[in-house]
Every structure is written in structure tokens, then in C-alpha cells.
């Protein structure tokens, strides 16, 4: 690449045309290839006795021709690579060149090569972060729709068991405990492979609010209550009389108690004791809410403690282990605690010896008159008219199934067409929605339905494999109440379409 200037645009084109027809090789004292090549400075001036002798025939040609009574051509040299070269050419001034002048020239090519050398590095360095970028977002892609794909199986299972419970408690109890603990567990570790991302990427999103600390213990403890009750016991459970209120996401914090309580009974021989313990701290400059997990399973050997909390890592285990995993639950839950202003530490006596973990975060003050409020009891639930939209036949089926179960009238469709069509023939109160639909999308169905006066108020709420935050915003922005990603707690999605009702419903 080859750049010329001159004020005169005819002498610029002219030099620009010798600069690229020249083919001087790089023993020619004076071209651009010699000082390349030899990393040496040329400057002579044209009456110079030498001068002759010291240009080819091609380049005394061009001198005659531009009048040019003075030259000097630099080597570009930037962090010990000669990039290019750089000429000085003086004609109509009749101006010479000194030595000074050589040594100008030199100081301003070094700082010419360094330029342009920054602006090769901020090139390379752009496409480097381009291709990581355009790598994460592949990425982040893979894992949404690995996780569409293995959510979607995944839900009907869960709904058909729970619809076993509710017809025949009696009926295969083992089976449907075993079927229960590795649908559960195999939901687990696609919600690990999917917050690890997030995390990594910085892309999760807290909801915080004031929270009480005991609340979130009991919603941890029933969320781990398949690992619990595998162990056959439960574990001793000590909490304060008085709220332990924290600013923080429910579900998350729920989800960094369920971590380590799922890590306490993974690791826990049944017949040893697992202990749950809530306090408060303040002690120090800061009052802080005290979480500890203490176990009296395998402990931790003393070289692995530094490297519990990453990703992956997993202690020494016996091959028969019962439960399995991926080695993300610590990762996530000291993460997101970090998130919250937390952190959580480990100590441990070493193998055979049990382990503490200990989840510190921020007191709030004065919320707790917020918190312990009454609230107002709730009118009682009426049937409502319901519509299931999913794909997925086994999915749809089976939810609605429940939802029949628990008193309410419900269609199904399985696109978004035949749910226009029902909706045509009788209104529903709410609908829960799959977003992947053929055809007209989830999202597409849901701007549709708040389109039309008929359809505008109704309570929408999407149910998808698709669990990114960002699947949420834009199910949000498409006009849905709300987002769950499969395979959804049953019981929490009928209460949300039950409160969304109630709103509706409320006086203005």
C-alpha cells in the first residue's frame, strides 16, 4: 500500500504512478525495497558527485523529470519490524538536505511507524474482539436452544408425574420417585449450564426487593426436598424468632441456599446430620446476615478448598457414587452471592471431617416492618377459563390435564392459529402460550392478542424452553404477563394466572 502527496494534484499523480511502476530491487540504493531491506537511512542531495552512480537508470529519470534536487528515504520501523518506508522529496523550494535534516527525518518516521503500526494493533485487536464476541453470541445461542431442546422433553414428564400423584398416590410410588429425582436432577444441571453462562457473560439480572432470609431458607429447603428426602432425613433447621431482612432477588437467593444444601446432602453419608443455622452478625461496622450450611460428610482436603468455589471442580469421589453433576452449584451460588454484595466461605478439617459453608450478605435496616406486614387474605380462587398453546402435544396435554385437575376449564391448541380459532369461538380468562410455535411465534400471537379489544386484557403468560434473560425481555416487550421457562413449578404458574385474573378484575 502506497501513499503520495504533493500541493500540485498533477505532481501528486505523477508521483504516484512512478511509485507504483517502479520495480527497483532491493539493492538499489534509494528505493523503497533497499530500505526495506537494509534498515538504512538514504538522503543525498542532486549535485551530490555520487549521485549518478548511486541511482539506477529508472530513478535518475524520475529526479530529471520532477526537478527534485534533494532526497531522503526512512525506513518504518515500529517495535523492532520494519512495516514500510517513508520518502521526503524537495524540487521547487531547491532546498538541500543536512544531516540534521536526516536526523529529523528518522524521528519523525519513528513516529510515523508507531502510528501506524497502533492503528494495525487496533484493527487486529477490534477483529479479535469481534470474532470473541460473534464467538459468545454463537454460543450463547447454543446453549438457548440446547436448552429449548432438552426443556421441552422435559416438562411433560414432570407434569405426568405430578398427575400420577394426583390420580393415584398409591400407584408405583418407587418408580415415580425415581423418575422424579433424575427429571429433577437433569433440570438442575441444564439451569447450571445456563446460569454459568450468564454469569460468565455478566448477563444475569437481579429483581431485588426486601427479603426475609428465613423465607428463603424454607423456599431452598422445599426446592432441594427430592435431595433431602433421598438422604431419609431432613436436616436441623435453626432460625431467629425476628425477620433477617436482606435486599436481594427471592429466587436467587433461594437458589444459592438450594445450591449448598444440594451440595450438603450430595456429599453426606445418610445417618450423619445436616445443619441449617440463621443469624445475624453485627459485631462489626456493618450488621450482616449469617447463613451456614454444616454438614458432617466427606469434608474437603485442605489443597482443594482454594478451588471449591470454581467451575468444574468437584472433590474426590467414590465411583458409585449416588448423585451425580457437573460441578457448577458452588460456582453459581458464590457468584451470584458476589452479585448480591456477598460472599460465601468454606472451612473444612479436611477429608472425613465435614465442611461449614458460610453465606454472608448486607443486613438491611428498617425493613422489616415491610416485610412482616400482613397481608390481606386472599379472595377465594374462582374457575377460570383457560387456554394451553403448545407444540408440543404431550406438553400441552398434560398441563392442561393439571389445570382440569385443580378446577378449571381448559382448551388446547397446538399453534397459533387454532388458538385465534378458540379464542374466535369462546374467550378465556388467560392463556398460557409456548413461544416456539410453527408458524406464527409465541410472540406474534401474544402483539396479536393485545391488539384486539376482545383479546387485549387477557392474563398471558409464555411458557418456553427458552430461559435467558433476554428471552424474557423480549417476551415482556411481545405483550406476555410474564415468563417461565420449562420445565415451570405447576403450582407457581397457576398462581400467577390466578393474581393476574384478580388484577384484572380489581376496581379501578
Not at 529519470?61 to 512495516?83: D, N, Q, S, Y
Not at 431432613?234 to 431467629?240: D, T
Not at 467451575?311 to 458464590?334: D, E, K, W
Not at 374467550?427 to 406474534?444: C, E, K
Amino acid at each position: 500500500r502506497k501513499l503520495t502527496h504533493h500541493f500540485d494534484p498533477a505532481r501528486t499523480a505523477a508521483i504516484a504512478h512512478m511509485v507504483t511502476m517502479r520495480q527497483a530491487p532491493s539493492d538499489a540504493p534509494g528505493s523503497f525495497p533497499w530500505a526495506i531491506a537494509t534498515g538504512q537511512t538514504f538522503l543525498r542531495n542532486i549535485d551530490d558527485a555520487d549521485l549518478p552512480a548511486a541511482l539506477d537508470p529508472q530513478l535518475r529519470e524520475f529526479v530529471r523529470a520532477l526537478g527534485i534536487t534533494a532526497g531522503c528515504i526512512v525506513p518504518l520501523v515500529a517495535r523492532g519490524r520494519t512495516i514500510g518506508a517513508m520518502a521526503v522529496l524537495q524540487a521547487e523550494s531547491g532546498r538541500r538536505f543536512s544531516a540534521d535534516d536526516g536526523t529529523l527525518m528518522q524521528e519523525v518516521a519513528q513516529r510515523a511507524a508507531l502510528a501506524l503500526d497502533n492503528v494495525r494493533l487496533l484493527a487486529q485487536a477490534r477483529a479479535a474482539q469481534k470474532a470473541a464476541e460473534d464467538a459468545n453470541q454463537a454460543k450463547d445461542e447454543f446453549l438457548a436452544m440446547l436448552g429449548h431442546e432438552l426443556r421441552n422433553p422435559l416438562a411433560p414428564m414432570a407434569l405426568a408425574l405430578q398427575l400420577m400423584q394426583r390420580r393415584d398416590a398409591q400407584a408405583f410410588p418407587r418408580e415415580r420417585q425415581i423418575i422424579d429425582r433424575q427429571v429433577r436432577h437433569l433440570s438442575r444441571m441444564v439451569d447450571d449450564l445456563l446460569d454459568v453462562s450468564r454469569i460468565v457473560s455478566g448477563k444475569i439480572v437481579l429483581r431485588p426487593e426486601a427479603v426475609d432470609l428465613r423465607d428463603v431458607v424454607a423456599r431452598a429447603l422445599e426446592l432441594t426436598l427430592p435431595a433431602l428426602q433421598q438422604r431419609g432425613e431432613m436436616p436441623e433447621v435453626k432460625l431467629p424468632a425476628e425477620a433477617v431482612i436482606v435486599h436481594g432477588d427471592p429466587l436467587r437467593l433461594a437458589q444459592i441456599v438450594g445450591n449448598l444444601l444440594n451440595n450438603a446432602a450430595k456429599f453426606t453419608e445418610a445417618g450423619r446430620a445436616i445443619r441449617v443455622v440463621l443469624a445475624v452478625d453485627d459485631s462489626g461496622r456493618e450488621p450482616q446476615a449469617v447463613l451456614q450450611v454444616i454438614d458432617e460428610g466427606i469434608g474437603i482436603a485442605p489443597e482443594l478448598l482454594p478451588q471449591v468455589f470454581e467451575r468444574f471442580v468437584q472433590g474426590q469421589q467414590p465411583l458409585q457414587r449416588a448423585a451425580g453433576g457437573l460441578g457448577l452449584g458452588l460456582a453459581i451460588a458464590q457468584s451470584l452471592a458476589r452479585l448480591h454484595g456477598g460472599a460465601i466461605g468454606v472451612r473444612s478439617d479436611g477429608v472425613g471431617q465435614g465442611s461449614t459453608f458460610e453465606l454472608r450478605l448486607p443486613l438491611q435496616a428498617g425493613a422489616a416492618a415491610a416485610v412482616d406486614a400482613a397481608a390481606p387474605d386472599a379472595a377465594p380462587t374462582r374457575a377460570l377459563a383457560l387456554l394451553v398453546v403448545d407444540d408440543n402435544r404431550d406438553a400441552a396435554d398434560a398441563l392442561a390435564s393439571w389445570l382440569e385437575l385443580e378446577g378449571h376449564r381448559v382448551r388446547t391448541a397446538y399453534s397459533a392459529e387454532e388458538a385465534l380459532a378458540a379464542l374466535d369461538e369462546a374467550l378465556a380468562d388467560g392463556a398460557v402460550i409456548d413461544i416456539g410455535l410453527p408458524g406464527m411465534s409465541g410472540h406474534d400471537l401474544a402483539t396479536q392478542l393485545r391488539g384486539q379489544p376482545a383479546t387485549q386484557a387477557m392474563a398471558l403468560i409464555a411458557l418456553t424452553g427458552y430461559g435467558r434473560d433476554a428471552d424474557r425481555r423480549k417476551a415482556l416487550e411481545a405483550g406476555f404477563d410474564d415468563h417461565f421457562a420449562k420445565p415451570a413449578q405447576v403450582e407457581i404458574l397457576l398462581a400467577r394466572l390466578v393474581e393476574l385474573d384478580a388484577q384484572r378484575r380489581a376496581p379501578a
